[in-house]
C-alpha cells in the first residue's frame, strides 16, 4: 500500500470512528455510503477497528445497525498538560464554593487528572483546595475599571495557573490602580475571587511582604526556576479585608 492511500485509510478510519460513538445505531449501508466506500470495504475497517480494541457492536433485527459500546470512551478523554492543570484548579474552585448539585464525582475526576502527575507534583495538587477562597462581590469601583479580554490574557493565565499549582516563582509585569507599570518577581500563594475579579495572593520581592494583585492588571507572566514554601494564610489576612479589596 502506497503512502497516499495508507493516508486515505487511515483518515476513514477515524472518521468511521467518530460515526461509530453516535447515540444511534446505523446500518452499515448508510456508513458505507457516508463514507463512499463499499460495503465490503466497510465490513473491513470495521475489522481493522475491532483487531485495535473497539468493542464494535452489532444491533440485530429490523432497524439494527452497529455503534460503539456505549461506554467506549469513558476514563479515555485526552488532556494536554496544561488542560489538566486548568481543569484541577476549576475543580478546587467548585469546590471551594460548596457543595454543588453537579459535582457528586468530583474527588474521582480529580483522581484520574492527577495520575498523570509526579508524587512530587501530587503533594502539590493536594494543597490545592486549600489555597482558593471566596470572597464578597466585587465593589461597583472595582468592576468600572475591570476588564479581561480572552484573547490578550489566555497565554498569560496559563503561566499563572501552573506557576501557582507547583510553587514557581514569577515574573510579572504589572499595571498598578494609576496604570503604572511595574516589573515584579513574585511568589503566588493563593487565589482569591472577588466576583468576576480574581486576584494572586503573593509574596513580593521587589516590596519584601505580602502583595494583592489583581489578574486583569498582569499583563506579563513569566515562570522563574525558583520554586516557594507556601506561606500561612493568616500572612495574608491584613490584605483581605473588604476595604481594601474593593479599591484595589
Known sequence: MNRANAKDRLDRLEQLTAILKSEYALTTKIIAAELNISE????????????????????????????????????????????????????????????????????????????SFSPKQKEKIH??????????????DVLQSFSMKKHETNATIETLHTAFLFNQRLSIVYHDFHDQETQREIEAHYLYLGFPVWY??????????????????????????????????KDFNAILTKQNVSTL
Do not use: C
Open 127 to 140: 494543597q490545592l483546595r486549600q489555597r482558593i477562597h471566596i470572597g464578597e462581590q466585587a465593589s461597583p
Open 40 to 115: 465490503r470495504t466497510l465490513f473491513r475497517d470495521i475489522g481493522i477497528l475491532r483487531e485495535r480494541g473497539l468493542p464494535i457492536e452489532a444491533d440485530k433485527g429490523r432497524g439494527g445497525g452497529i455503534k460503539l459500546h456505549r461506554n467506549w470512551g469513558v476514563g479515555r478523554l485526552s488532556l494536554e498538560n496544561q488542560e489538566m492543570i486548568d481543569l484541577l484548579i476549576s475543580l478546587a474552585i467548585a469546590e471551594s464554593m460548596g457543595p454543588t448539585l453537579f459535582m457528586g464525582n468530583i474527588n474521582i475526576v480529580r483522581h484520574k487528572l492527577m495520575a
Open 200 to 233: 494572586l495572593l503573593a509574596w513580593d520581592h521587589l516590596r519584601n511582604d505580602v502583595r494583592i494583585f489583581r489578574y486583569d492588571r498582569i499583563k506579563k507572566a513569566d515562570i522563574l526556576p525558583q520554586e516557594f514554601t507556601l506561606r500561612p494564610l
